[in-house]
């Protein structure tokens, strides 16, 4: 990978903080408010987005570095936590550019995050003037959820597994 080839990278939750994102991608610069067009912002015990159409993630848009991306990806668990791929982002100015984006490989759950990490992603809006209402209304979505615990008891519908 070229060092100072530069890519257009869509955060949201915490790599929204500009301290956080500074620590690990020392060379990215922040490009401001950005939204993600088809998107659901949820949590799974960590931000994540899944495709929907009728709605949209709001986060922040970031220029970054081959090594900035090595870096998220290393965060990131990339590809067995959180995949990554190229989505179309609005910018504040109302263009459309196209940007990495990571989402959870895993999509069957959803789960409260912990109070630390809540904590840095709603610095990291306001930080950037990002909407936190997206934050609040994925919070109160988990907290009515039934648990994980209680969506991972499996039926007996005895299947014949020989006959596989």
Same mark, same amino acid.
């Given at each position: $990978?070229?060092?100072?080839?530069?890519?257009?990278?869509?955060?949201?939750? $915490? %790599?929204? %903080?500009?301290?956080? $994102?500074?620590?690990?991608?020392?060379?990215?610069?922040?490009?401001?408010?950005?939204?993600? /067009?088809?998107?659901?912002?949820?949590?799974?015990?960590?931000? #994540?987005?899944?495709?929907?159409?009728?709605?949209?993630? !709001?986060?922040?848009?970031?220029?970054?570095?081959?090594?900035?991306?090595?870096?998220? !990806?290393?965060?990131?668990?990339? /590809?067995?936590?959180?995949?990554?791929?190229?989505?179309?982002?609005?910018?504040?100015?109302?263009? +459309?550019?196209?940007?990495?984006?990571?989402? $959870?490989? !895993? +999509?069957?759950?959803?789960?409260?995050?912990?109070?630390?990490?809540?904590?840095?992603?709603?610095?990291?809006?306001?930080? %950037?003037?990002?909407?936190?209402?997206?934050?609040? #209304?994925?919070?109160?979505?988990?907290?009515?959820? /039934?648990?994980?615990?209680?969506?991972?008891?499996?039926? !007996?519908?005895?299947?014949?597994?020989?006959?596989?």
């Amino acid at each position: $990978m070229n060092t100072f080839e530069r890519h257009l990278y869509f955060g949201y939750g $915490m %790599n929204t %903080n500009l301290s956080g $994102m500074a620590t690990r991608c020392p060379t990215a610069d922040c490009l401001g408010a950005a939204v993600l /067009p088809g998107y659901r912002f949820v949590f799974r015990g960590h931000a #994540d987005v899944e495709l929907d159409a009728d709605c949209y993630v !709001d986060g922040v848009l970031w220029q970054i570095s081959d090594l900035d991306l090595k870096s998220l !990806d290393r965060l990131e668990g990339f /590809p067995s936590y959180y995949l990554r791929q190229r989505a179309w982002v609005e910018t504040a100015d109302g263009d +459309q550019v196209i940007a990495w984006v990571y989402s $959870m490989g !895993d +999509q069957s759950y959803e789960w409260e995050p912990g109070e630390h990490y809540l904590k840095c992603c709603l610095e990291g809006y306001r930080e %950037n003037g990002v909407p936190t209402t997206q934050i609040k #209304d994925a919070l109160e979505y988990v907290k009515a959820a /039934p648990k994980y615990e209680q969506l991972v008891e499996t039926q !007996d519908y005895a299947y014949d597994r020989a006959s596989w």
